[in-house]
C-alpha cells in the first residue's frame, strides 16, 4: 500500500483532474436521473397483483382508477357536467360515475340504493378517476383547478402525484441545512477555519459523482432521492476528518509533507477501510430484499459510500497537500476539551452502564420484533391529518366512508358462471357496488345502450373486467380480510384463472413481500459485518462485541414505538435495522481500533481512557451529524415513510453513540482477557497496576 500512496501523492494533477472532470460531468448527468414514488412499482415481479396489473394492462386500455374526486353542492346534470371537465383534463385517462353502473333517466329513487349512494350522497358526487402513471402532477393539478378550493381529492395516484412536487423542495432543504450544520460542527471539532471546507468539498465531489453515477439505474426511489446525498455525506464525514488529523499527527514526525500524507494514509487505512466496507456491506444488504425498494436504496447508498472511500484515498491526499500551507496559516485553538475528563467519568460508570446494558438488551429485543406492532404497509397513510391531502381524505369520507376499487377479470364467454360469481360477490357486505358487463346488460342498461368505449373497458378478447367498489381502507386487518375474501370467491369460480388487482390488493401483496424480508435482510447485513470485522481486526471475540453493542441499539430503537403505541411505517423499520448497523458501527470500529493500539503499550484502563479521549471529538462530530440530519428529515418531509426514517436515523444515531462512548469501553475492559487470547498478534502490555490520566 505504501509504493501506491506514494504514487497518489506524486500525481497530484492526474488525480485532481479526473476527479474535477468526473464532477463536472456528473452534474450535468443528475438531471438525467428520474425519481419514482409509487411503492407499487417495487413490488416482486411474481407477485399475484403485479401478474394482474400486467395482464390488465395488456387486455384493456384503461387502468385502475386511482383516485377519487369529490365534487360537494351539486345536481346531477351539475356533475355530469363535472364528469366530462374532469375527463378532459390532461392526463385523467377515465372517470367512472354513476351514470356508468345505472340508468340515471329513471328517477333516482327507484335505483339500487347502495349503487346510488356509492357515488351520489347528499349532494355530493363522487367520481372514480384513473390518472396516467406517467402524467400524475399535471393531472393532479389539472382536476384541483376544475373542482375548486371546496372539492377534495385522495387515492394512490393523488399522494403520489404530491410526493413527487413536495419532496424535491423538501430533499434540498434538508440538504442545504444539512451541509450548513455539518460546517457548524466541523468548525467546532477542527482547529483549522479552512478544514470544514475541505473536508465538506471533499465531501461534496463524492456526493455529485453519487447522484450522477445514479443514471446507471435509469430511476431511484424517492427514498434514495431523499436520504442518499445527505447519508453519504453523514456517514462519510469522519472519513476525511480522521485523514486529516492522522495527516497532521505524522507531520510532527515527518517533515516532508508528502511523506507525512504517505505515513497518514498507511496509518488510516484499517480504520477507514474497515468502517466504510461495514457501512457498504449493511447497505448492500438490502439488495436481497425481494421488496424492490430495498435494493434501490442498497445500491444508491453502497455505491456512494465506496465512491467516498475512493475520493478519501484518491483525491483528498492530493487536496489536502494543494490546501496545507493555507490549513496551517488558518490555524486556530482547539474549541473542543481534550475529553480526559470525560474519559475518567466513563471508566467509572462503564461497569454499572454494562450492567444496565445487559438488563435492557433482551426486552429491548422481543419489544422490536414482537408482532402486536401496528404497520402501515403501503403509502395510503403517508400524509398526516394535518396535510391538504389529509384534510380532503377525510372529507370525502366523512360522506361516503372508506371505499377503494378492485378490478377482477375472468375469461369470457361463461355469463352464466359470470353472473353467479358476480351474485356471490354482492354477498359480500363491503362489496357495494359492481360495475360489469353481467352487472349492466339486461338489468338497469340495456345492451344497445352500453357504447363501444363502455364495452371496450368491460370486455375484451379475452376477458371480462369487473369494477368493485368495495367499503374498505386502503390496508389493515379488515382490508387483507376482504381481498382473501375476494380471492377465495373468484377462486372457486374461475379457479388459478382469474387476476385481482386494486390499492387494497397491492397493499396486501406489500405486506407479504416485505415482512418476509426482514429477518434475511437483518441475518445477511450482521454476517456480512462481521466477516469484515473478523478478517480486519483478525480476531472472533470483537466482530461479537461490536455487532452485539450496535445491534443492541437498533433494538431499542426499535422498541420506542411498541413502547410509545406508535404505528409504524414497515418499510422504514425494515430498512433502518440495515442502515443503522452500517453507518453507526464506524464508531465501536474506531474507539476499539484506538483501544487495540493503546494496549499494546499500557494497562487496560489507561488504554480505554487514552482511547476515549482521542477518537470522541471524532464520534461526536459524525454521530451528531448523522443524528440531526435525520430529525430534520423527520421534521421537514411531509412524505411519512421518508419522516419516519429520518426520526429513526437521528434516534438510532443518538442510541449507537452513546452505546459506543458508555457501554462498550466497559464490555472492552471486561473481555480484556478474552479478546488476547481471541485476537491474532494481540500483543497486550502485561497486566499491572492500573494507571489512570
Known amino acids: 500500500m505504501r509504493a501506491f500512496y506514494r504514487w497518489v501523492v506524486n500525481n497530484p494533477k492526474k488525480i485532481m483532474a479526473v476527479f474535477v472532470l468526473a464532477t463536472v460531468i456528473c452534474f450535468f448527468l443528475m438531471e438525467g436521473v428520474g425519481v419514482n414514488y409509487d411503492l407499487s412499482e417495487y413490488l416482486p415481479e411474481g407477485t399475484a397483483s403485479t401478474i394482474s396489473l400486467e395482464v390488465m394492462g395488456d387486455e384493456f386500455s384503461g387502468g385502475i382508477p386511482n383516485a377519487r374526486v369529490m365534487v360537494p353542492d351539486v345536481t346531477i346534470p351539475e356533475a355530469l357536467d363535472y364528469k366530462e371537465q374532469i375527463a378532459a383534463c390532461e392526463g385523467v385517462l377515465s372517470v367512472t360515475w354513476l351514470d356508468d353502473a345505472v340508468d340515471i333517466v329513471q328517477p333516482i ?15 355530493a358526487a363522487l367520481f372514480s378517476v384513473t390518472l396516467d402513471e406517467d402524467n400524475l402532477v399535471a393531472a393532479v393539478n389539472a382536476i384541483r383547478a376544475v373542482i375548486g378550493e371546496d372539492g377534495a381529492m385522495t387515492g394512490d395516484a393523488v399522494s403520489t402525484a404530491l410526493s413527487t412536487s413536495s ?54 426511489s424517492f427514498a434514495s432521492n431523499a436520504a442518499g446525498p445527505v447519508l453519504q455525506m453523514a456517514v462519510s464525514l469522519d472519513y476525511s476528518v480522521f485523514l486529516i488529523h492522522r495527516f497532521e499527527e505524522c507531520k510532527l514526525e515527518h517533515p516532508d509533507t508528502k511523506e507525512a500524507m504517505v505515513e497518514a494514509l498507511c496509518k488510516s487505512t484499517t480504520s477507514i477501510l474497515s468502517s466504510g466496507l461495514t457501512t457498504v456491506l449493511g447497505f448492500l444488504a438490502l439488495v436481497f430484499m425481494e421488496f424492490q425498494l430495498g ?51 466513563v471508566t467509572r460508570i462503564m461497569i454499572p452502564m454494562v450492567v444496565v446494558f445487559l438488563v435492557v438488551m433482551a426486552p429491548s429485543f422481543l419489544a422490536a420484533n414482537a408482532n402486536s406492532y401496528s404497520y402501515y404497509y403501503g403509502s395510503s397513510h403517508i400524509f398526516g391529518e394535518e396535510t391538504e391531502y389529509g384534510q380532503d381524505t377525510a372529507a370525502i369520507e366523512a360522506v361516503f366512508g372508506k371505499s377503494d376499487t378492485y378490478v377482477l377479470m375472468v375469461p369470457t364467454g361463461d355469463l352464466a358462471t359470470q353472473r353467479a360469481l358476480s351474485d356471490a360477490l354482492h354477498d359480500i357486505p363491503e362489496v357495494k357496488s359492481i360495475l360489469s358487463y353481467v352487472d349492466s346488460v339486461g338489468q338497469e342498461i340495456p345492451e344497445a345502450y352500453l357504447d363501444e368505449d363502455t364495452l371496450a373497458q368491460l370486455v375484451s378478447d379475452n376477458y371480462s373486467r369487473m369494477v368493485l367498489t368495495v367499503e374498505a381502507d386502503y390496508e389493515g386487518e379488515d382490508t387483507f380480510a376482504l381481498v382473501e375474501t375476494i380471492r377465495e370467491t373468484a377462486q372457486s369460480y374461475y379457479p388459478d384463472s382469474y387476476y385481482l388487482a386494486g390499492e387494497g390488493v397491492v397493499t396486501c401483496d406489500l405486506k407479504t413481500s416485505i415482512t418476509a424480508d426482514l429477518l434475511r435482510v437483518n441475518l445477511l447485513a450482521i454476517v456480512a459485518i462481521f466477516l469484515v470485522l473478523l478478517l480486519t481486526m483478525k480476531s472472533i471475540s470483537l466482530p461479537v462485541i461490536l455487532v452485539l453493542t450496535i445491534e443492541t441499539a437498533i433494538w431499542i430503537n426499535q422498541a420506542v414505538p411498541y413502547f410509545t403505541d406508535s404505528t409504524v411505517f414497515y418499510v422504514s423499520n425494515l430498512i433502518i435495522s440495515s442502515i443503522q448497523l452500517g453507518a453507526t458501527v464506524d464508531y465501536a470500529i474506531l474507539l476499539t481500533d484506538r483501544y487495540m493500539e493503546y494496549r499494546r503499550e499500557m494497562g487496560k484502563k489507561r488504554a480505554l481512557q487514552e482511547a476515549l479521549s482521542a477518537v ?41 453513540l452513546g452505546l459506543v462512548l458508555f457501554v462498550l469501553p466497559g464490555l472492552l475492559y471486561l473481555l480484556d482477557g478474552l479478546i488476547g487470547k481471541t485476537t491474532i498478534k494481540a500483543r497486550f502490555a502485561p497486566a499491572k497496576k492500573e494507571e489512570t490520566i
Do not use: C
Open 109 to 123: 329513487e327507484t335505483l339500487d340504493a347502495d349503487t346510488v349512494e356509492t357515488y351520489y350522497q347528499d349532494g
Open 167 to 220: 419532496t424535491e423542495s423538501e430533499v434540498a432543504m434538508i440538504t442545504v441545512v444539512g451541509v450548513a450544520f455539518a460546517f457548524l460542527i466541523l468548525m467546532l471539532t477542527t482547529t483549522s477555519w479552512l478544514e470544514p471546507l475541505v473536508v465538506l468539498l471533499g465531501l461534496l465531489v463524492a456526493v455529485v459523482i453519487n447522484m450522477g453515477t445514479n443514471l446507471i439505474f435509469g430511476e431511484i
Open 295 to 345: 435494493p434501490d436504496l442498497g445500491l444508491v447508498l453502497a455505491k456512494g459510500v465506496a465512491i467516498s472511500l475512493i475520493t478519501v484515498f484518491l483525491f483528498m491526499p492530493v487536496f489536502i497537500l494543494a490546501t496545507s500551507k493555507w490549513l496551517d496559516k488558518a490555524r486556530h485553538r482547539s474549541f473542543m476539551p481534550d475529553f480526559h475528563g470525560f474519559a475518567r467519568v
Open 616 to 656: 470522541t471529538v471524532s464520534m461526536l462530530t459524525s454521530g451528531i451529524v448523522l443524528a440531526v440530519i435525520g430529525f430534520m428529515m423527520g421534521a421537514v418531509s411531509s412524505h411519512g415513510i421518508i419522516s419516519q426514517l429520518g426520526t429513526l436515523i437521528g434516534r438510532g444515531s443518538l442510541l449507537s
